[in-house]
């Protein structure tokens, strides 16, 4: 005997409906379920897995990202289907930097070394004046495959900017979606290539903060100016906005943050899970306890389905999470008593 040398197991979404249409003895097992029946069970599954959302026990969806700060903004918009600020993923970008030095209307600008920069990619130049300048990459020079040693901008630059500044650059589809949580961020220096732990804040806790400084697209009074030292995330619907304080003065930092990306939807019978394969059997017996509410189940199945459902989740609750160290120490108040 030999094992199969392969780890690919990871059921489709008709798969695990059938499954579950089975368990519930609604259809034989060379069966499929109706249409209908599959069009609820899809929806039961997908309101399942964003429920699940909440419980914290979905480490594979922790990823990183960095955030570019601007002079003087203190709220950040990610993740909404108009305008967002730019956060990538933290793998997707690139620290440039410029070969001249440009006045106000440039739109061709050279990089201090030949780099990976397409066509349609988002790119920051940072300015003289301290602030970031976003546009579109028109074209890159050498044209593609080469590495590009120039690039044609969509929007020429609005003032000057000299020789070293630093140019960001990363392709649209590494802007990241609207984040479920925001547990940890650290200040990138682009200059030290350092980071820095930042205080996490509730709510009221920025809020009680004095002099905040204006939010996205608002035109008010600049707040405390300085080194971001802390900051608030606010999931709203389609979007999340991150607080920043004090607000920076320069575009010299960036925040290299740690997020927890939605778990993906299920859309059509082919699609296989957004989880790891430990889920398989918890998202089958989970639905089955779902479904079972729209049939006439036999109760003592119903009492079996419920009960494989809540074990199975137990099971994945305790092993899907972060490995966190324990430590303990000495309280000063009670030594040598």
């Not at 009680?208 to 996205?216: R, T, V």
Request: charged share 15%.
């Amino acid at each position: 005997m030999s094992t199969t040398g392969t780890y690919a197991f990871n059921p489709t979404l008709a798969q695990l409906i059938q499954q579950s249409f089975r368990d519930l003895d609604i259809i034989d097992a060379e069966e499929t379920p109706t249409a209908a029946q599959f069009a609820e069970a899809m929806f039961l599954l997908n309101s399942i897995t964003k429920g699940l959302e909440a419980t914290g026990i979905h480490v594979w969806t922790e990823q990183e990202a960095i955030l570019f700060l601007q002079p003087g903004q203190a709220r950040y918009t990610i993740g909404s289907s108009g305008v967002n600020d730019n956060a990538p993923a933290s793998d997707s970008w690139l620290q440039l930097a410029l070969a001249g030095s440009y006045t106000a209307g440039a739109a061709t600008i050279a990089l201090a070394i030949a780099a990976d920069v397409n066509q349609g990619d988002n790119i920051g130049v940072v300015l003289d004046s301290g602030a970031t300048f976003w546009t579109t990459v028109a074209m890159q020079i050498p044209a593609a495959p080469a590495l590009a040693t120039s690039v044609l901008l969509a929007a020429p630059l609005p003032s000057s900017a000299s020789l070293g500044n630093v140019v960001l650059d990363f392709a649209p589809a590494a802007q990241i979606v609207r984040p479920l949580k925001i547990p940890s961020m650290r200040l990138f220096t682009f200059s030290s290539q350092t980071e820095i732990p930042m205080t996490v804040l509730s709510r009221q806790g920025y809020m009680d903060l004095p002099n905040k400084g204006p939010q996205a697209g608002v035109t008010a009074t600049p707040g405390a100016q300085g080194i971001p030292t802390q900051f608030y995330y606010s999931p709203q619907q389609g979007l999340g906005w991150v607080y920043i304080w004090p607000v920076p003065v320069l575009s010299n930092w960036a925040c290299r943050m740690t997020w927890y990306r939605p778990i993906q939807d299920w859309a059509n019978p082919a699609n296989t899970m957004d989880f790891p394969q430990e889920w398989s059997a918890p998202l089958r017996w989970m639905l089955s306890d779902e479904l079972k509410l729209g049939y006439s189940i036999p109760p003592a199945r119903a009492e079996m389905i419920t009960a494989k459902a809540a074990d199975w989740l137990t099971t994945v609750s305790g092993w899907d999470r972060d490995s966190e160290p324990v430590q303990f120490g000495i309280d000063n108040q009670f030594r040598g008593r």
